[in-house]
Structures are given as C-alpha cells and as structure tokens.
C-alpha cells in the first residue's frame, strides 16, 4: 500500500508553453498533497500544501499564478508550470499524506516518483 | 520552512563498514524521518519516528528519536553497495504538515 505516482516522469518543453503535472495516490485517499522542488545536488523544497476542495497554500516567494495546484479529488492533485522559463527546470516531487493506510495508525507522507522538467 | 542541519554531508565507505548519520535542529519536532533517495527517483521512507525517545529498526538500518525532539540519528549496519545513494532526514511539526528536509547525506559504498 502507500504507493504515489505521477505523470509524466519527465517533460521538455519550449520556453512560453505551459506544462501540467499529475500527482495520484493509487491504494489511498488523501485530503493533503505535498509539492517540492529539488534542484541538482540540493535539497527538496516546499512549494505549496495542496487541499482537496479547497485553495493551495503556497510558501513564501512562490508565485501562485505561476505554480497553479488543482486537488480536485481524494486521489489526484495537479501542479501546473504557466509560460515556463528554463529557471523553472528542475525536478518536481510530490507527497500524500496518508492516514491508516496498511492498518497503521500513524500519519506518514509518501512520495512520487517525481517529474523532470527541462524549459529550453 | 526551516532547514535541518544535516551531516556528514558525504561518507565514502567500504562495503561492511557501518555507518552513522545525524539531523539537528533548532526547533521541536513532533514526528522525524528518515528517507534514501536514489537518482532520479522519489525519497522512499526508511523509517518513522513518532516519540520522543524511541528507537527503531528496519533491517540493518536503526533510527532514534531524540529526547529534547531537536535531533535524530540513523545507522546503517554492515552496509552494502546498493545502500549506495542520498540519505535525508525530515521533521514534522505536527501531523499533516509538511516536512522540513535536512540537505541530505550522499552515501557510497566500494565492494
């Protein structure tokens, strides 16, 4: 159980273009989704808190124009690059919050495979 | 959010060797946790710390928990080449929010 997947794994596109990102928990329901940002050799970034039904929260000195998060079910929350830039390459995780799931009474956020973005 | 403080920041090791990695931090977590990252891939859960204190194994690797909830260590025992990859250490304020990430600990392992 506690599997995440996300679409496409990896993506190039031309400067200007937009680009959407999928985030699915396959065996789980999950009313919170995570999105980070890792660039090469670094860490992984907090971008936004995604809410089923409800609007993102978005962390300081990320553009909530630019980085638009849809998490319109329990399953599936959508993160999507507008007029990407090639400042905006990099790889894109997400996270679910996954509550009881394998009998567990803990809460634990598993991730994605991510999402490889290169803006020429 | 808050970095963690992580080190080492790389271990070159022998194959068998075992190995120790910590996470500090100026603030209180309520949860910590420890994940590998392999290239190109997501972080996959290694293991999950939820009080103050307490230890816990998942085959060759052990976790604690730190008392004053700043802090965590992870061992790995008689490591091996495909423990090969990038260790992160993450805390959580409180449940269902998102982690704070260490800037990782790139491990190596020669035969």
């Known amino acids: 159980g506690a599997v995440v997947s996300q679409h496409p794994s990896w993506v190039i596109c031309k400067s200007g273009t937009s680009v959407k990102i999928e985030c699915r928990s396959l065996?789980?329901?999950?009313?919170?989704m995570f999105w980070y940002r890792q660039f090469p050799k670094q860490s992984l970034m907090l971008m936004a808190t995604?809410?089923?039904?409800?609007?993102?929260?978005?962390e300081q000195g990320v553009e909530k124009d630019k980085f638009l998060i849809n998490h319109a079910s329990l399953t599936l929350s959508t993160l999507t690059v507008t007029s990407a830039h090639p400042e905006d390459s990099s790889f894109y995780i997400c996270?679910?919050?996954?509550?009881?799931?394998?009998?567990?009474?803990?809460?634990?956020?598993?991730f994605g495979p991510g999402t490889r973005l290169t803006v020429l | 959010g808050q970095q963690l403080n992580q080190s080492p920041q790389s271990m070159f090791i022998q194959e068998g060797e075992d190995v120790s990695m910590n996470c500090t931090s100026s603030?209180?977590?309520?949860?910590w946790l420890w994940y590998k990252q392999d290239p190109g891939e997501g972080p996959v859960l290694l293991i999950a710390?939820?009080?103050?204190?307490e230890l816990t194994s998942n085959g060759r690797l052990t976790a604690q928990f730190g008392i004053t909830r700043k802090d965590s260590f992870l061992n790995i025992s008689a490591s091996i080449p495909s423990d090969v990859g990038i260790y992160f250490c993450?805390?959580?304020?409180?449940?269902?929010?998102?982690?704070?990430f260490g800037k990782g600990t790139s491990l190596l392992v020669t035969p």
């Open positions: 065996d789980f329901q999950a009313t919170t």
């Open positions: 710390l939820y009080k103050a204190g």
């Open positions: 993450a805390g959580q304020r409180r449940s269902g929010y998102a982690l704070n």
């Open positions: 995604s809410n089923e039904g409800s609007k993102a929260t978005y």
């Open positions: 996270s679910a919050r996954a509550w009881g799931v394998a009998g567990a009474s803990t809460d634990t956020q598993y």
């Open positions: 603030s209180i977590f309520n949860t």
